[in-house]
């Protein structure tokens, strides 16, 4: 292939495998393996030791839960459903006619800020016949 | 030397079908030398469904996810599975070194159905899970 592409060169085309290759990388791989198997078997061996100690336990509490699967095999629940319980028809309160408390304070301010206004002039007109 | 029995599979193979009445009528069958290798069977079945669901990412979140969405499923659930140490035992056998000396032992069957019923395995899928996990508790009994 390197002889059609390219007839003149081609003796120093590299032949794609490098020939003393860095076997740093393959070494830490190596070892990150190695080190996640060590772990593993070390998982598998304490879960190990913690079944054995109990095996007939977890059966008696496996034979216990057992009513469960329904829980676990059936359909999920979706969420908790908000119901509230219907009390019958809601009437609106009539409009009360009348004075209320906001009503009677506004209207109150108003005749004093007025009343304050009729003294003042009345006093200016008095001091203007003088 | 004990192995597991026969038995001991057909009550798991019930157990991982949802199917409750059958798992008791074959529990009730077993002697204690299988009921001891069955036994061994849940614990085999629990290490190998959490390692398939969690060993790759890693991830505390998920087995949190995990745990919450089991107990959400009932009330009885939800009383029935300590969230904390339902955790530990899943991030334990799949990716850390926490200590289970301590953890409930009806966890191990509770979460090992979740597991199974989250992954809704075929048949054929189920039994070649069966032999894998009979072949882990045999070397488990030893």
Same mark, same amino acid.
């Given at each position: 292939?390197?002889?059609h592409i390219d007839p003149i060169g081609s003796s120093e085309w590299s032949s794609g495998t490098a020939e003393n290759p860095d076997p740093t990388g393959d070494r830490v791989n190596a070892s990150l393996e190695e080190g996640e198997k060590k772990?593993?078997?070390s998982r598998a061996e304490k879960i190990r030791g913690a079944v054995g100690k109990n095996s007939e336990d977890l059966v008696d509490k496996a034979e216990k839960g057992?009513?469960?699967l329904d829980s676990i095999f059936g359909p999920h629940? +979706?969420?908790?459903a908000e119901t509230r319980t219907n009390s019958g028809p809601q009437v609106a309160d009539m409009p009360h006619s009348g004075v209320d408390p906001g009503t009677a304070a506004s209207a109150l301010l108003a005749a004093g800020i007025v009343g304050a206004e009729l003294v003042h002039r009345v006093? +200016?007109?008095?001091r203007g016949e003088r | 030397m004990t192995r597991v029995t026969a038995d001991a599979m057909e009550a798991m193979r019930a157990y991982l079908k949802g199917d409750a009445d059958g798992y008791r009528r074959m529990v009730d069958r077993l002697d204690p030398a299988a009921k001891k290798a069955h036994g061994q069977l849940i614990g085999a079945s629990f290490y190998i469904?959490?390692?398939r669901r969690f060993a790759a990412s890693h991830s505390n979140a998920q087995v949190v996810e995990f745990v919450g969405d089991l107990r959400a499923r009932s009330d009885r659930l939800a009383e029935d599975i300590d969230p904390r140490q339902a955790e530990r035992l899943i991030r334990a056998s799949a990716?850390?070194?926490e200590s289970v000396d301590d953890i409930d032992n009806g966890l191990y069957s509770l979460l090992l159905a979740g597991l199974i019923a989250?992954?809704?395995?075929?048949d054929a899928d189920l039994e070649t899970f069966l032999e894998e996990a009979r072949e882990l508790a045999d070397e488990w009994l030893g």
């Open positions: 292939l390197h002889e772990a593993e078997r057992v009513s469960n629940p +979706t969420g908790q006093k +200016t007109k008095i | 469904a959490a390692n990716f850390t070194d989250d992954e809704q395995l075929t």
